[in-house]
């Protein structure tokens, strides 16, 4: 079974940092791009970063450039998000998705299960 | 702020058919770029329900249609049941300066 488990959400200061994890198993994860996508409570969903099979090449939302950062590790079957300088707009469920398709014609499936990260003093 | 636009909300009777619009513009959905849908129900993860604009994955009921027109796409569901209460969400590529993968502002559907 195909399977995401994010991990490392909780409550954080504002300006403050957390490292989220997603394992994942029952595909061969060092073939297929990742993504972060998060959802602020009571709101819609945004993508948030992306990265490829083999970490070379990155994307990010313009509201995570230079705060977030995206990273893999395919021996750990892994994906991280680093994620720095914290705000309380950051407050949200932040979700793995697996990217499918092909060329720029991509989507995501499957996506965990998500992890609650609160940003607030 | 999302850049594809849908309704906030349409509702139906049970068995009803129910469409929700995607409108989008010439750096998405306009310049060619295919359309997915998502399903979340409440307090759970978002689900593929279409992608490529129109394919459905194994396990999505047929009552599930998707179709693309210019720069909007839409989600049909005929025969609407009590389980398909959810919002949905479309989703598509944008090739503008500060774009990427974007989503819809979601609808949420009412089975009345």
């Known amino acids: 079974e195909v399977q995401l488990v994010e991990s490392g959400g909780g409550l954080v200061k504002p300006g403050g940092s957390l490292r989220l994890s997603c394992a994942a198993s029952?595909?061969?994860?060092?073939?297929?791009?990742m993504n972060w996508v998060r959802q602020a409570p009571g709101k819609g969903l945004e993508w948030v970063s992306s990265?490829?099979?083999?970490?070379?090449?990155?994307y990010y939302a313009d509201s995570v450039k230079g705060r977030f950062t995206i990273s893999r590790d395919n021996a750990k079957n892994s994906l991280y998000l680093q994620m720095n300088s914290l705000r309380a707009e950051d407050t949200a469920v932040y979700y793995c998705?697996?990217?499918?398709?092909?060329?720029?014609?991509?989507?995501?499936?499957?996506w965990g299960q998500g992890t609650l990260v609160t940003v607030s003093s | 702020q999302s850049v594809l636009t849908q309704p906030p909300s349409v509702s139906g009777a049970p068995g009803q058919r129910v469409t929700i619009s995607c409108t989008g513009s010439?750096?998405?959905?306009?310049?060619?770029?295919?359309v997915h849908w998502y399903q979340q129900l409440p307090g759970t993860a978002p689900k593929l329900l279409i992608y490529g604009n129109s394919n459905r994955p194994s396990g999505v009921p047929d009552r599930f249609s998707g179709s693309k027109s210019g720069t909007s796409a839409s989600l049909a569901i005929t025969g609407l049941q009590a389980e398909d209460e959810a919002d949905y969400y479309c989703q598509s590529y944008d090739s503008s300066l500060s774009g990427y993968y974007v989503f819809g502002t979601g609808t949420k559907v009412t089975v009345l």
């Open positions: 029952g595909f061969t994860f060092s073939s297929y791009s």
């Open positions: 010439s750096s998405n959905i306009g310049a060619g770029y295919d």
């Open positions: 998705a697996r990217e499918d398709g092909s060329g720029w014609n991509n989507w995501f499936d499957p």
């Open positions: 990265i490829s099979s083999s970490s070379s090449y990155i």
